[in-house]
């Protein structure tokens, strides 16, 4: 409610570092930092909320935060996805509290205001009654989520109403899209409902830390090695392409260092693979059927993971994606979904569930480490030293790795800049250059406010 | 209820909260049946008070001794950083409630537990709670769990993972 | 201890709004609007500490919250009442940690200073060895609050040594207040101590939930008509008079579907009926004698309820203060008093207090279902729709009801604008004018500062 | 202490406190005694460290088994919006102590409570704790909660409302 | 182990938590044996997950029974203003594992303890949390508390004072 | 990241009041205030970090905070001491959680890089493979603090690095330093670990406490009066001279009313005194046999108390530092060292422990007493009338003891001026003229900006 003023000044010295490859350490926790991004990139770009297949029928809803504002997201009886906003336009209380059902009408426990699937208000305890003319129902339906968008079973919105339309904010995300999740008839399907917990880190280094740094891997989650599970080469989950794609988005598509996949087509069953060739164009196809782990996300806090896991014999892969909901600068509310081809057998299914439970959400064993490093680098990042925004100490993190050397391989198959290591800090310094950009849109406009 | 038999199923569960608070895993698997089937169900908010809010077909854990097995020897590697250095961590077990099962020797053991975790030099400690039921079962005299399966009560889990084991 | 600038912009847009009987969501739990409230309205306006019959016998104190600073009310040898700041003055601790008690001095912990009741230094440990002339006893009496008044028993401070006479400030809420209070001989008293519990809200929508919202009655508590307790009309609460009185005052007289109350004079004992309309004007002893609730409230966080309980046969009435002391944009301390007429008889009293157990404070079975809405209103006010200044989304609550439309009924016997419908937002809009006019006064003069 | 009765008397408690955790309500009803008295006493801050600081003439409960059966029976209507949904409570019993009252099949039973409850998906979750005593005694050999007073530790409550039982 | 001292020890570590909780401390002395050693070493976050993370060198209590006297005679003077006016503060007992120690009437006794406290009408309350290594005997048909070592569980303690005893 | 222009009226109110002896309430827990310090105060002055016998050999490490930086103490191989920041270089995690071990290598779970005892990076996994010449590795060593010293084994450091050097902000501190820590042969040794625990206060109201103020012994330890442990006699601890010395450090020189102290030399065994003779000069040996309490501290943070205990026949003296380290405003985690001379017999290093642990740290009988008072002056500090920075509540805590009126005793032998009584409030005043005349610094820089 207070007019405020940006420095400039540390925004320019941010700018240059983050040209030389070079991320100030201040911006990570940054309570004013934080404060942008909260309007200007959750703001004003695309959310996922959820997948078709959790809204199976009409009437079915759930209930979803893009960020801090509720989200009602239903299926109206005419099969389309409505997002409100989950707050009574009465006066304005938490119109839902659960997290997922089915219903025609949402009545408000305050004064009994009622709304359909399609949020018209459609009753009004005692409505004419007690109000007249200075009353129009069309005026108080419940306010839409601005925008809602799909693509390949994938709801998303934005609060922004001029922002660009979903298929051109995903751009050729969406070719990859088409890999991990239209390779089957039928598409994916969601097991359940989402995992949630809320974890110590900031929602960019979750981010990043997914999307953009399989050279995490060989230290993070060295114990897979030491458990034999995982290669002892420490290059193993180098092997492959990074993948820069348009807004921040990437991909990372690892093989292994025969350049094949571990097993074709991800150890999915033989059975499948003609379907996977036919939903899928060749180039698409031959991605797929070389690759090992497609590892990425789309910005700002969506992420994904399609690995293999088992062994000989009994391999099988899924679809992880995860959501990274900020709860202020620290903490990060973690919604992640297992997901599995609808055409899959159901003993696979079973299968690569469990594997999915052994490895990643919070009881995963790889991702109880991830947890502690993002924990560690909230605390280290409070301090005089790290927080000075003049750099007076050099506070800065490195992501030099393969700048202005690695170059991209022009004969990858499949669009954006491909390059032929997924040990870079490519998709990294993508993703910040795009957060600067978008903090930084309008700053002048504001300070003449 | 047998006193007895009480007595000596309640210090099977202090005994397992003793092994897993003092980090003595290995020892903590020889508590468990091979046939043990562990899980822990999620927790939503569902519609209605009456309403069942648990959901059987997503867990947290969906275990076999085998796989407990293996989560347990990945804690004796030296990079299991989630764990090294260590928490510390303390199960509160209490209102236990033990009644026959169908077969003899074999019991339905209910319990709350209340576990709190304190992780390096920070003042914030973390805590999850809610109920387990088990199947408890003596075998050549020894008592062993048989099957767990644990319940949230939170929709949203707090701790920052969920590396202890409940 | 920074300088701020308002944003007069999103000022302008409020006022306008609020004209039309809408208020944007975005000011309910606004930290910047919550720091000018807690200055420029809890700052200013007077606040409710005790009634007298807590304070027995000269000795007796109370230690209270005028939101954030820390109050020790007590009752000097001469039987008055003073209020001090209940801080130390030599370095400042909270001098008395007590709820109640009775004392003839306060010693600090830390150095041993005392005070007597009438705020005195009257005792420093070694004084005359270790001060010399540089300290006089008299400049380190304990600080005062700039101003105390009571009315009907009612004691109020004000830490504006300038604000208006409390009987001023009251107006014509103090005809009601001697209906409320004044009924009886001996007026009324509190039982025991207040309850107290925090509860998930922003005091703004706790003080109009009870002073200007009848209407939510029939959905809120519509539990209560599934056990039969209440009528099937929704319009039950509806019945009689909602008067607005002057500084955001306003109280609902609540009468029934016939215009009369449910059993006279709030099913007391017929034999006190004489003692009323002795105590009051017949004005007032008419309004009792056809009331069946009175609920309302002082601006800016006082609020009350008079209702009737029971059953034919077994009617019992008594009156219910309760504070809703801030504690930061999202959470309220209740303080809730429980009072009932001092001349009434014991048993009458004891059964009036098991009702007034089973529907109000905490574990009430009416206000339990009232704290579940004010939460759900916190829950949906942190997001950028419902934050948006600019009003986007046109996040507005409505206060629509009787706009323009219901005009006050002239034959009301009382004093202010009594409307002839309590479902109505007439006091809502009153108290948030009333609200704005405090915020906003004095801006410029802050942005020149 | 016959331990028999001390396990009778403890599963009882337990019982009670799964019932409640578990809504059911209607069960945990059963378990009262028709001449029930079930307080809950304010907690307030007083002069000097021997001081009661129990006010008996105000209270959060002031019960009969009839107003709890009426508070039960609220809490299955439709409408009785702060428990529907509804949230998670769990109360964890523990310190039980027992000894025998004055009639024959009577004991004073004192314990402490700490109850937890997790609403919605909201993170922080509420709790309240303290002590109870109780009287506890066998009507044709049903054990029931003839008295039960509750002291809450807390001057202040900071659950958002009390519409658990304790 | 016999049920039966399993209940008069466990009734003992109640019944001490029982007096503390309510500020009878000279009550409380009694239940200790004259030669009791009575210490809180500090928690530590060590290198390693297998190391050792309690100090024993530094301590939080380094008692005797006469110096635990002393403590507890300052608590009844007029200026021990810590504890006046009084805290609320609850000994959550649980996870009771008792033993024979190598003397006859003798037992070790480990305990997990989860102690809350509220001061005057702040809203946040306190705790601390651990457990409890005791040796309790009989003297002459009395149970006392003969040895007890404390181990918290955080490194950094996080109520504002020790002025209890655990 | 927003300027911020200060409140130059608020600033020209408290200068004015200082120099009357007052201190405005306001600036105790100020959010602003406490900004202010953790810049201007905590990045700029001395902290303490550990002493030598914490780190015996090379390899020892200790995990430390500077307020928010968390800091890395290491004891290289070539004996050095050396500071880093306890963050990795490459994304910023805290490397080292642990509180104190040996080791040759710090190895970062995320990446894996490794850095030896001199900050020097010496490992990145697969370094050659996938860095090239855009990565030299002189430029990712550990980020040592800017400023690092030792005087009498005790280790300070330092963020600013154009601070004075060690010895100079110390100054004539140094010479009562030689008393307290190098009387002995071998100088002191810290047994164990410090004790660690939150406490609810301002650091600047501890380090006063503890500093400044021998007359609160008298009431807040009145217990131990009660107890017969310390004289009836009120001005029992005001015995001796408060010497006020630069930089805000200062320490009370408590003897006895015989201005003798209780026991020669603190009641250390005679067979060491001829030891701290040889280690002392003349004039400090004279102070050392003459007193029966030492109480001081070197600003900002650093308290020290050495006191005599024990009854005839058993006593004993030891040396409690403390470090204050601020966590907010309202907050506090103090680290308790206790020590003693590495000479003195076993037994007595035993008895002189135990009473460390029956009077001092968290459990100590007469710190338990001052946090109540420490948490008493936090919960009086955040109403309208203590924050009022018009100061039209007359809201200032008095330091006037002694003001304008004891005058310094020139006959004393120390250095700094010697005043002869410790119930006075000079060492305070001093404090807080340093802690304005800090804060204030290049404020006009600032605002020009
Ligand atoms: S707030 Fe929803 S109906 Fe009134
Ligand atoms: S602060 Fe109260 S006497 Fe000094
Ligand atoms: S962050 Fe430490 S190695 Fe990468
Ligand atoms: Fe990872
Ligand atoms: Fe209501
Ligand atoms: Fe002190």
Redesign the interface.
Known sequence: MFKKTLDENAFRKLKEKMEEGLLPQWVITDPDIYELERVKIFGRTWQFLAHESELSESGCYVTRWMVDDPVLLVKNPSGEFKAFLNSCTHRGPRLCTEDRGKKKTFTCPYHGWSFNLNGDLIGIVAGNKVYGEEMCKKDWALREIPRIGIYQGMIFACLDPNAIPLEDYLGDMKWYMDILLGRSDGGMEVRGVPQRWVTKANWKATAENFMADPYHVQTTHRSTVEMGISPEDPLYAGYGHQVVLNNGHGINVITSATGKARAPYQGTPESMWPMFNRNLSPEQAEILSKTTVFVGGMYPNLSFVSPIHGTEGHLHNYLNFRLWRPIGPEKVEVWCWFMIDKAAPEEYKEAAYKSYIGSFGPSGTLEQDDTEIWARMVEASKGLMARDKELNYNSVANYLMGLHRVEPDESFPGPGHAYPTTYLDAIARSMHEYWLELISKDMIKEENE | ?N??I??QIT?LL??E??LL?N?KYKEWLELLDDELVYR?P??????????V?L?D??????ETKK?LT??V???Y??????????P??????????IEPATEPDEYKV?S?F?M?R??????E?EEI???RNDIIRRIDGEWKVARRTIYP???????????MFL
Chains 1, 3, 6 share one sequence.
């Open positions: 209820m006193a007895d009480q007595n210090h202090y005994q909260a003793y608070d980090r822990m999620l927790r939503i908010t569902a519609e209605g008070k009456e309403a809010d959901v077909e997503m867990t947290y854990f969906e796989s293996t989560r020897n990945r804690l590697t030296t990079s299991a950083w989630v764990e090294n250095p260590a510390r961590q303390r199960h509160f077990i209490s209102n236990i409630m209910r709350y209340l709190k304190s992780r390096a030099s920070e003042h400690t709670f809610g109920e009560d939170q929709a949203v889990i707090t701790v920052m993972n969920l590396s």
